[in-house]
């Protein structure tokens, strides 16, 4: 448990800084039960005791929490920037802490009824390529202790030739070339790391760009060409025909274009995605997840028709514990009804959640509902497609309209209407994380309640880890913009404000030690909204820009800071701004709903262009060429004799935990490993980063010049050389990043 647990700990805090860049995050269960393996069987050739199939069962299970808690964390709380507020430790420890067990519990009744009663029609597909995995990885010892039906299929798979033991070197080497690769390209300032080309007449404004990183490559790879094509597709939208359409048709205007502050003719393309495009992506995002959620509704009444049908499965009346087989044994319904209850009290005495007795019964309702439906999905068609997207957005929208229904509007109600969908979204998200869990170790013969206990401490570890790594990445990548730059004479009330004082934080606090007052400015007049600094006369200082989808990305001396965008959060808030406050442009978000129904009609998924057309293109552009790669490589496989006759679903899980995709999530935790802890050392090394950014921009030809966008693909370029185990025998290996390694 406390190796699984570690583990996930590291894959969550990756996953977190996935789902703050590009929206998105990637199962963990297989690296986890990989690097497990490896482990325990390191232990074992030293002297140490290998473990057993189910003990690396228990591992994988604690060690999978993190990212489902990640997933939600990241997609939601976020939007309190946005909403004008602080990003407070405690609330954020709060709701991913009671988000995270309130999920696992309510998933805990239902595992009879989903997990046994529907073997046969609910697959569960990461949970049964996890099984597949730690079946070929076991030992002839531990797979005795498997069940009968597990020892059965280890030896069809061996009969097939499909049964063989994954390599953790694969995981490991993934994860050192990922941490180095991002270190030497991002503290070190070895070359450009995102490459851009911006066009002139007669596709003004018209621009592209790659931050090929490593850990978009691996995501590439994983979601496969399909999804990756798609999104890429939405970036090519906003970046090669909306930003030059509003180029063309607004460089004339004399006067700036609402929501837009300044000109049109002197906005660079990122200026017309901030002012624009980001209204148009957010609409199509919501759209997405609300049409993929209809798209649903069948399987979503079916589930809790069935799930409801079924409850009285989730327990034993008055058979005891000795009684009932050990492959069935769960947390005692009476343990997990106290435990829902006391979660729930939590929720509404927790000061930072700003509860309310409406709130709580909303979190019950929907929480209740879509962990339901989340851990039917799951099983029916995988944690990737699940739309927790749209189960939140479904969340936010009947909340908000009830608050404004009974008068709630502003302040406090944001923060109130917030953590009730940040809570149903990461109790959702873990309801199905925990469904595929179950159904691992229902395959392999683990004992239920020791899985539940294992996740629930998982869970409550990654929680923990996750609000310290929010705040931080947040905080490495604020702005103090003058606020005689932004809001000329701009000034407050200093008699309304609290008395505690702030001070600067991070690196531009050497050249300011003064503490000031905080105001939370919540309209446009005479200065943009946001945080401000003010003195004791009442006179704003400082604009503090948020480090999560702030607007400046340069600090008054010139250097640069690497913002997150953080898609999704900034939908949440715009749907609770836009219904508690009905302040929106909706022209433009109405543009944004008609390109997701308008790709929906083409049978093109909606949400996952919506998230490209938010997205900048150069975010993208590295999971396309990451699809791309997994093309190459599955096209290649495919034709191999002991792959060509299977059926393309058969393909498709074989595939899915090959080498090439745990390589990939290597990349995916050393490349984000990497960028977090360059984020936390920021402000201690800062005259370090100084010096070296000095150094680079006046010798490094690769990070600064006339031909440093051309010469910063080099590292990327593809390498073309046989390499053993990469593919067919002496076939070359498709890229210098992603060798698949099959």
Not at 331 to 343: E, F, N, R, T, Y
Request: glycine letters at 12%; hydrophobic letters at 50%.
């Amino acid at each position: 448990v406390l190796t699984g647990t570690i583990l996930g700990m590291i894959f969550g805090a990756s996953s977190l800084y996935l789902v703050l860049k590009v929206g998105l995050t990637v199962s963990a269960s297989i690296p986890v039960a990989v690097i497990s393996l490896a482990m325990f069987r390191g232990w074992a050739k030293i002297g140490g005791r290998d473990s057993t199939i189910l003990e690396n069962n228990i591992t994988q299970t604690a060690g999978s929490a993190g990212e489902s808690i990640a997933f939600g964390v990241g997609v939601t709380m976020p939007a309190i920037l946005i909403l004008g507020f602080d990003l407070e430790l405690t609330r954020v420890l709060l709701v991913a802490l009671l988000g995270g067990l309130l999920g696992i519990l309510m998933m805990i009744p239902l595992r009879r009824a989903l997990i046994v009663k529907e073997h046969g029609s609910l697959k569960y597909p990461e949970g049964t390529a996890c099984a597949a995995v730690l079946k070929a990885g076991a030992n002839e010892e531990s797979r005795a202790l498997a069940s009968p039906s597990a020892q059965a299929e280890i030896r069809a798979a061996q009969a097939a030739g499909l049964g063989r033991s994954p390599g953790a070197k694969v995981v490991f080497t993934g994860f050192f070339v990922g941490l180095a690769y991002k270190t030497l390209n991002v503290a070190f300032k070895g070359w450009k790391d995102v490459p851009e080309k911006v066009f002139g007449a007669p596709l003004k404004g018209g621009s592209v760009g790659a931050e090929i990183s490593p850990e978009l490559l691996g995501v590439g790879y994983i979601i496969g060409p399909r999804i990756a094509s798609i999104m890429c597709a939405g970036g090519v939208l906003s970046y090669l025909l909306l930003i030059p359409l509003i180029k063309f048709f607004g460089e004339g205007l004399t006067t700036p274009l609402a929501p837009g502050t300044t000109l049109i003719s002197a906005m660079s393309p990122n200026g017309i995605r901030g002012a624009y495009i980001l209204y148009i992506g957010a609409g199509a995002v919501a759209a997405g997840g609300i049409i993929s959620l209809f798209q649903a509704l069948p399987t979503i009444w079916h589930g809790v028709r069935g799930s409801l049908a079924n409850i009285g499965l989730g327990g034993k009346a008055g058979a005891s514990e000795a009684a009932v087989l050990r492959t069935d044994r769960d947390l005692p319904l009476k343990v997990v009804a106290i435990g829902i209850v006391l979660l729930i009290a939590v929720i509404m005495l927790a000061p930072s959640l700003h509860m309310n007795l409406l709130g709580a019964l909303l979190i019950v309702l929907f929480g209740f509902l879509f962990v339901t439906v989340s851990s039917r999905l799951t099983g029916e068609i995988g944690s990737t497609s699940n739309p927790i997207s749209g189960m939140t957005v479904a969340t936010l929208l009947f909340t908000c309209l009830v608050f404004l229904l009974v008068g709630w509007k502003g302040g406090t109600y944001y923060v109130t209407a917030l953590s009730v969908g940040a809570i149903v979204c990461i109790a959702s998200s873990n309801g199905g994380t925990t469904s595929q869990d179950l159904k691992t170790g229902f395959l392999l013969g683990g004992t239920p309640k020791l899985h539940q206990y294992a996740i629930l401490l998982g869970a409550f570890a990654s929680a923990v880890v996750l609000g310290p790594i929010l705040l931080k990445l947040n905080e490495s990548a604020i702005v103090y913009m003058p606020a005689a730059q932004v809001a000329p004479g701009l000034k407050t009330d200093v008699a309304k404000l609290d008395a505690e004082k702030q001070a600067l934080i991070g690196p531009q606090a050497r050249s300011d030690t003064a503490a000031y007052r905080v105001w939370h400015k919540t309209d446009t007049t005479a200065g943009p909204a946001g945080k401000y600094l003010v003195n004791d006369r009442g006179e704003a200082v400082w604009l503090v820009d948020p480090g999560i989808n702030g607007a400046y990305n340069k600090r008054p001396d010139g250097s640069e800071v690497r913002k997150f965008d953080a898609p999704k959060a900034t939908l949440v808030s715009y749907i609770i701004k836009g219904i508690l406050d009905q302040k929106l442009p909706w022209a433009l978000v109405l543009l944004g709903v008609m390109i997701a129904v308008t790709l929906q009609m083409s049978f093109v998924p909606a949400l996952a262009f919506a998230v490209g057309v938010y997205l900048p293109l150069s975010a993208s552009s590295p999971i396309f060429i990451g699809g791309l790669v997994r093309w190459l490589v599955d096209r290649r496989t495919r034709s191999k004799a002991a792959y060509a006759a299977m059926t393309e679903e058969q393909f498709t899980a074989e595939s899915d935990k090959s080498p090439g995709v745990l390589l990939a999530s290597g990349y995916i935790a050393g490349g984000a490993i990497a960028g977090i802890l360059i984020a936390f050392f920021a402000g201690v090394l800062g005259d370090f980063d100084t010096a070296v950014t000095k150094w680079a921009t006046a010798n490094n030809p690769f990070f600064e010049g006339p031909n440093a966008d051309l010469l910063s693909l080099l590292p990327f370029a593809p390498s073309r050389g046989p390499r053993k185990g990469a593919g067919a025998e002496g076939e070359a290996s498709p890229g210098i990043l992603l060798r698949p390694w099959q």
